[in-house]
T-cell receptor
Framework: EDQVTQSPEALRLQEGESSSLNCSYT??????LFWYRQDPGKGPEFLFT???AGEEKEKERLKATLTKKESFLHITAPKPEDSATYLC???????????????FGTGTLLAVQP | DAGVIQSPRHEVTEMGQEVTLRCKPI?????LFWYRQTMMRGLELLIY????????DSGMPEDRFSAKMPNASFSTLKIQPSEPRDSAVYFC?????????????????FGPGTRLTVL
């Protein structure tokens, strides 16, 4: 069964203190791994898609990387406005029919203090 | 450019009442998804449609839940009768699949959600 596990559940950082969030996954035939950001009271906001092991993508202070078993979201010199819940999701392979389901992890709640 | 639109944003109702949530996907998108989010269970997929056709409804909790997509620009999620345990935030998301099924990569874009409270 496809599964996504995110760690830590919560992370508190000081402004400028770099760190990484982890997303471990088991999926039959990974077609895509997605990172989303969710602010309180809002819907998840799409950040990145990673397709294959070794791939990296960057956006401002965020960099996402992918291996065959996990993905990392690296946050460099975070600012208070980076505070949010970060969600990871995977799209698995073809299973006897068209499938575009995403399996989401439970997220990491990031708090960046000034 | 308008994103996914959901209405109402908040709904408070009494147990046993019918609730209808509405969603307008991004224009041109061909897949639509209904999710439910709670603190305990996180984000759960309820049902999704490709080209207005329901593909997978295995996440729908029970017969009290139903969803329709009469055209490419509108979908509803109905709960009848509602129960207190249905209280959650319900999200609608849409995506554009370039190659349905075999090679489509599913970048989904979410609406702002409907916060449902059933008393």
């Amino acid at each position: 069964e496809d599964q996504v596990t995110q760690s830590p559940e919560a992370l508190r950082l000081q402004e400028g203190e770099s760190s990484s969030l982890n997303c471990s996954y088991t999926v039959s035939g990974l077609r895509g791994l997605f990172w989303y950001r969710q602010d309180p009271g809002k819907g998840p906001e799409f950040l990145f898609t990673l397709y294959s092991a070794g791939e990296e993508k960057e956006k401002e202070r965020l960099k996402a990387t992918l291996t065959k078993k996990e993905s990392f979201l690296h946050i460099t010199a975070p600012k208070p406005e980076d505070s949010a819940t970060y969600l990871c999701a995977v799209q698995g392979g073809f299973k006897g029919g068209a499938t575009n389901k995403l399996i989401f992890g439970t997220g990491t709640l990031l708090a960046v203090q000034p | 450019d308008a994103g996914v639109i959901q209405s109402p944003r908040h709904e408070v109702t009494e147990m046993g009442q019918e609730v209808t949530l509405r969603c307008k996907p991004i224009s041109g998108h061909n897949s639509l998804f209904w999710y439910r989010q709670t603190m305990m269970r996180g984000l759960e997929l309820l049902i999704y449609f490709n080209n207005n056709v329901p593909i997978d409804d295995s996440g729908m909790p029970e017969d009290r839940f139903s969803a329709k997509m009469p055209n490419a620009s509108f979908s509803t999620l109905k709960i009848q009768p509602s129960e207190p345990r249905d209280s959650a935030v319900y999200f609608c998301a849409s995506s554009l699949l370039w190659n349905m099924g075999l090679a489509g990569i599913n970048e989904q874009f979410f609406g702002p959600g409907t916060r449902l409270t059933v008393l």
